[in-house]
């Protein structure tokens, strides 16, 4: 279970939407495994319910190749009909989803691991593997991740050093265990860490990563139909207010004291500080001020959308949330998927808003 903080009311007052700042969650290590699967904004995905894009055959070459790499998995195939152009016949199956934000990769990993069967796929993104090597330690998660056939994993990028060295080395352990790859990500394999860190110190380190992939490119437009550059305006303040005053499950927060809450509060237990949430709203919102606080709102708004928990956006909304160096820096794409997931979470929540 998680233990959460009870709301801090004061007596006699009436009772208002709950704040996420007055939540704390604790999150055993066994909910951090539990909760490997694909988050309910596709639980009901598969890849017929993907229709690919006539003007991009990269995406049904995608889908077809994937519908292959499931039947390998499942069916414990020898690797035949090209699928594994980098590895020996022996070797289990690893596939990487390269693309743009919104092209429905995060979809298609997910069907993957619909197809092979959630009991013995584990789906997680990028950072929530790290987290679980934090949690129970490195050797720990080698021999869970190991009891599946298949591991997902879903937005991978190399913010740091370490965290090059630390998935290297796990995927090594589980390629070596015989078990099955798929990750996505918006940056090629060999150009991970790219513009974030000396990736020339670590290149070694990248080309193994990169070598056990097969690369499976998936071109399109953004389906959310956000533009690179987002100018929506937000609501105004009052009407974020009363749209969530009597909304169950609904939440209201200041986006500065929310931002300054979320370094409190590790990342690994975002998910968890969403238990119950069926609404967000956030009043003042303005540009993030630095960078450190921008990639925590990023992985904020990434268990947000998994969860389909629609936002109302007050104050500046959309408008200059990440600042003009942000969005030419390292973690660019990072922020431009943010806007593209926060934008369709925030459309949601006006919908309710004016209905």
Same mark, same amino acid.
């Given at each position: ?207 193994? @990563?990169?070598?056990?992939?097969? /690369?499976?490119? &998936?071109?399109? #437009? *953004?389906?959310?139909? !956000?533009? =690179? %550059? ?48 069926? @609404?967000?709203?956030?009043?003042? /919102?303005?540009? &993030?001020?630095? #960078? *450190?606080?921008?990639? !925590?709102? =990023? %992985? ?56």
């Amino acid at each position: 279970m998680t233990a959460v903080d009870p709301a801090a009311r004061t007596g006699g007052a009436q009772p208002g939407p709950a704040s996420l700042t007055e939540r704390t969650p604790v999150v055993p290590p066994e909910r951090l495994l539990a909760e490997l699967v694909p988050p309910r904004h596709f639980a009901g995905e598969s890849f017929d319910t993907y229709v690919p894009d006539a003007a991009h055959p990269s995406q049904r070459e995608a889908v077809d190749r994937l519908r292959a790499v499931a039947r390998t998995i499942t069916d414990g195939g020898s690797g035949r009909g090209g699928l594994f152009r980098r590895a020996s016949r022996r070797t289990a199956p690893a596939v990487y989803l390269d693309g743009g934000f919104g092209v429905g990769k995060t979809h298609l990993l997910a069907s993957l691991a619909h197809a092979v069967g959630t009991h013995d796929a584990a789906f997680g993104t990028f950072v929530e593997y790290t987290n679980l090597v934090g949690a129970l330690g490195f050797l720990p998660t080698v021999d869970a991740l190991a009891a599946k056939k298949l591991v997902c994993i879903d937005e991978f990028e190399l913010d740091d050093p370490g965290d090059t060295v630390l998935m290297s080395r796990l995927l090594r352990e589980l390629a070596d265990r015989g078990v099955a790859l798929a990750a996505t990500s918006n940056t090629l394999p060999e150009s991970l860490g790219e513009g974030r860190f000396a990736a020339d110190d670590f290149l070694r380190e990248i080309q193994a @990563l990169a070598a056990r992939f097969e /690369v499976l490119r &998936v071109d399109g #437009q *953004d389906y959310r139909h !956000r533009s =690179v %550059v987002t100018d929506a305006d937000g609501l105004a303040d009052a009407a974020v207010r009363r749209a969530v005053a009597d909304v169950p499950g609904a939440t209201l927060d200041a986006f500065p004291a929310l931002l300054d809450h979320l370094a409190r509060v590790h990342p690994s237990r975002y998910g968890a500080l969403l238990d119950g949430v069926e @609404l967000v709203g956030l009043t003042g /919102v303005a540009p &993030v001020p630095t #960078q *450190d606080v921008a990639l !925590r709102l =990023v %992985v904020l708004v990434d268990r947000l959308y998994d969860r389909d928990v629609p936002v109302l956006l007050g104050g500046g909304g959309e408008h200059d949330l990440f600042s003009a160096d942000m969005l030419r820096g390292g973690y660019r794409k990072k922020y431009y998927r943010a806007l593209s997931r926060l934008g369709a979470l925030a459309a949601d929540g006006a919908a309710r808003a004016t209905a």
